[in-house]
């Protein structure tokens, strides 16, 4: 009866030691004081992945998507682009035959980054490109450009990337689509893999 009282407490001890032995181990985004630790701006490189909330007017779509972030880009090969096109091809039916032609569009945004003065966070600047798609409607294709702003920065911290995009202004074989409504694109929450 003793021996095994005795092999509990043993195994029971054991337990114990590595239970604290992994919560020593863990780690988490603080020094053990309790302070941030500091970033690099090199930390903003990687694949994220979250929703993308689109608003035009009072319309508003979700997506789910992912983007990479390396050496002051951030590639999007699949950027939501239904808004826009419906801005251009009114008729709905058609709008949507296009989107499937069109497939998957590929986005590069330019940013630099700078350390935030406490050194916890980084916040991107942001250079918007134009974005040109091809848009077939009526057995004929449109030069579509669409002219991206972001004048907000972006910010990335805990290894999670936010910020705003906007579609200010479309022009369709070189005349502006009026009336238009910008497109607001919000990347509010996409965490790094």
């Given at each position: 009866m003793k021996n095994k009282m005795k092999t509990n407490v043993g195994y029971k001890s054991l337990l114990i030691m590595f239970a604290l032995l992994g919560l020593s181990l863990t780690s988490c985004d603080n020094k053990d004081d309790g302070t941030p630790v500091p970033v690099k701006t090199d930390d903003v490189n990687?694949?994220?992945?979250?929703?993308?909330?689109?608003?035009?007017?009072?319309?508003?779509?979700?997506?789910?998507?992912?983007?990479?972030?390396?050496?002051?880009?951030?590639?999007?090969?699949?950027?939501?682009?239904?808004?826009?096109?419906?801005?251009?091809?009114?008729?709905?039916?058609?709008?949507?035959?296009?989107?499937?032609?069109?497939?998957?569009?590929?986005?590069e945004l330019n940013y630099t980054p700078a350390l935030n003065k406490a050194k916890t966070a980084i916040e991107l600047t942001f250079a918007p490109k134009t974005l040109e798609i091809k848009v077939p409607v009526d057995g004929a294709t449109k030069n579509v450009v669409v002219t991206f702003s972001s004048p907000q920065k972006g910010v990335y911290k805990s290894k999670t990337l936010k910020f705003d995009l906007t579609a200010d202004k479309i022009t369709s074989d070189g005349a502006?689509?009026?009336?238009?409504?910008?497109?607001?694109?919000?990347?509010?929450?996409?965490?790094?893999?």
């Open positions: 990687g694949i994220y992945s979250g929703k993308v909330t689109t608003t035009q007017g009072t319309a508003k779509n979700e997506a789910t998507i992912s983007f990479t972030a390396n050496k002051n880009v951030i590639t999007f090969d699949e950027l939501p682009v239904k808004e826009i096109v419906r801005s251009v091809v009114k008729d709905a039916a058609k709008a949507e035959a296009a989107l499937k032609t069109i497939g998957k569009v590929k986005y502006a689509v009026t009336p238009y409504t910008a497109v607001k694109y919000s990347f509010p929450n996409f965490l790094k893999k």
